[in-house]
């Protein structure tokens, strides 16, 4: 990411639900994030228009836990 979005990208994963896990600094800004799933695809829409198209995240790992109650 550039660093001249990189404020208003930490605000959208805030509001997304999503959880910064690292930053990596260079010539641009890589970031490390974690959302829920049903949260993952309005953020990137969101992200999207922010970067005007130049932005798309890239999923590097899914992982759901389902359980089950007996009651």
């Known amino acids: 990411a550039p660093y001249p979005l990189l404020e208003r990208i930490r605000l959208l994963v805030k509001k997304s639900e999503g959880e910064i896990l690292d ?4 010539e ?3 970031i ?6 049903e949260r993952f695809t309005d953020f990137e829409d969101q992200l999207q228009e922010l970067s005007s198209g130049k932005l ?3 999923i590097v790992e899914t992982n759901e836990v389902l359980v089950k109650l007996d009651g």
Do not use: G
């Open 32 to 37: 490390t994030l974690r959302f829920p799933v």
């Open 28 to 30: 641009d800004v890589t």
């Open 23 to 26: 930053e990596n600094f260079a």
């Open 56 to 58: 798309r995240p890239e």
